[in-house]
DNA sequence: AATGAATGAGCGTTCATTCAT
DNA sequence: TATGAATGAACGCTCATTCAT
């Protein structure tokens, strides 16, 4: 966590703190990215740094940090509206509002990855702390969707929402990173559904 | 490509070699893997390492090489059957090898992962590589099914085999990381072949 | 050159290393230097010399900088008052004023040495710099001596200023390594001036 | 001195080992030479280099020998006849044999000259015993020519011998590593031979 | 609080030389 | 004697972090 100075920065500043690193650390990743070029980058002085930020570690988690929440803010709509809509609305919903989002701001998505797949180490105690949140969504489309009547019998809805986690996340990264035509990507998503449907929906 | 001095060794001594690279680029990832703890390890020195290897680098796409063929060997079986087998068997079959495999040797597929999340740049070439060989396997199982008229009307064959391909990599990993007992895992990939089965198969 | 960190030093701090430099290249030449003796020399931290320079090559550089920076220097008065003397007055100031300068600076002339022998690579580059200063001191008191008419017939004067550049340059060096008594040592230096005066006079 | 072994050799594999070290020398001068190119170039296993010589040092001594020798036998032919002549003519013979044979035997010259500047520590020794040879050849024309009353009044013999040493070694060495025209080249021949008849025979 | 120089452990890599066969 | 693998000290360089002002 940041440190209070941090806080006392105005907001220009750190943003322009943030965005520096995130830069930096979409770019290299956080093994090679390197705190010189991110205190030259933001203009500010290296022991700055550590004025505002315990190590290296404290600004990338506090960058998830504000990937989670923005993240989450943008599903504010949503969680309004889902008791009232079927299952494949729902679904076409949260994955649109997470495209959007992907679309919006991309290197939030990729420092994501870098930071699921890099650090075992890490990852126990933080998954703990987020992985529910990006699980719920799914979680609560698929619940309504069981209310509704819409799904197959005897399905296993945790490991089903983990599927469906699992799919639309790393399809979601292929398709940022692969930067393919509007068209192509449709076609990929568009069949996505079509196949989380299949899957989960009573034929 | 290792050089000629590594393959003259015992192949005890390559083999420790290599297990203590696995185990340290499964520990540390390639960017923090250190070439003094491999050879402590492997009781070589230092400068042997560099009579055997190019550099670090070598030693990891020589530990790829060693995971893909040895995974590829573990298939062999299923090639000489798939044509006389359903969708369902096929697909248990792929998923039960791949999961034996996995099992027998869990680093394999972390190192595999470290290898493919981390180095865009090197991934392209390697990818170009090795990637078809996986995706194949999938798409033989798909492609059979096809012939067989199991499969739902208008699939996409390419984009569903590479959410096969994702779902199972991804989940896999999970088993392996995550190590629950005997009975969840079952439960897990029983569900995972139900999920797939539904999304492909004509209702 | 240099980076701005280095200037930013005291001058003390800056002479100390360049001290230290300055013995280490002339004990071990460029190739068998090493900085951890020069570090350990000028009592500063290894790390703080890659703030000062971007590498080994560019502190070495950074001396020969100084050293030819200087040398001009010694020569200003000369220029200043060449043209109101004898071809023999010019040659004697010109050889005192660079006798006295070895004498006061003969790691300078070392490194030089070191330098200019050692790195065919470096130097195209490097002499199209710095060399036509020193030929073109030559050059003006020969020029001179033409003008005052005090030269042979049919002399080829680039040649010529090249064969005492030659002889002049080594000379020093003979002298300053051997370090024989001033007696010997005048009587080098006389017969040198007499050898040229004779190569290029008119009888 | 390389050891016995060495000289067992048959004179194919000694002749191959020294051309591959001299081109080795001279290439990367003696501190970046590296041994292993050296055997790989020759054909000879590592070991047996350290059965040959001693060390590194040893072979390129030998080298300077090789060459030495060599040179001394280029002039025989002169010692034979340089009694009966002016000092002009032996003065021409011998700069004609020297340029010869620096141009039948380039990479000689570049040796010698990567030796006698780079290593100050070596070169005591090493001038004390070579030297003279070279010198002796200059010496000799000298004195004839003193004997033939040739020669300017006072003149300091050992000193001037130095010069012609000086003068012809270097312009030499810049005439090979030049590579200009065969009409630049006896240009600067011919103005050398008169600067330096200038600078030592009776006006 | 802000600065940026200072620090030094640690890295990958090289290579002359020794050793075991 | 011939071989080539084994050795390890040593190098140039990086960078997160601390310190002094």
């Known amino acids: 966590m940041p440190k209070q100075t941090f806080y006392n920065l105005t907001l220009d500043k750190r943003t322009k703190i943030e965005q520096a690193a995130l830069d930096e650390f979409v770019e290299y990743g956080f093994d090679n990215s390197n705190i010189s070029r991110i205190v030259a980058q933001s203009k500010i002085a290296k022991g700055s740094f550590y004025q505002y ?31 009232d809509h079927t299952f494949s609305e729902n679904f076409r919903d949260v994955f649109q509002i997470g495209l959007d989002f992907a679309d919006t701001h991309p290197k939030y998505y990729l420092l994501g990855e870098d930071f699921t797949k890099k650090h075992p180490a890490f990852i126990r105690e933080f998954v703990a702390k987020y992985q529910p949140l990006a699980v719920d969504l799914y979680m609560q489309v698929i619940k309504q969707a069981d209310l509704n009547n819409e799904l197959r019998e005897r399905i296993d809805i ?14 979601m990264i292929d398709l940022i990173m692969d930067n393919r035509s509007k068209k192509q990507r449709d076609q990929v998503i568009s069949e996505l559904i079509i196949f989380i449907e299949s899957a989960v929906k009573r034929a």
């Not at 290296?56 to 998830?64: A, G, N, T, V």
């Open 158 to 171: 945790p490991n089903t929402v983990l599927f469906i986690n699992t799919l639309i996340n790393n399809t």
């Open 53 to 83: 930020f315990e190590d290296k570690k404290d600004l990338y988690f506090h960058l998830i940090d504000i990937i989670v929440t923005q993240k989450m803010q943008a599903f504010t709509p949503f969680f309004k509206t889902y008791q």
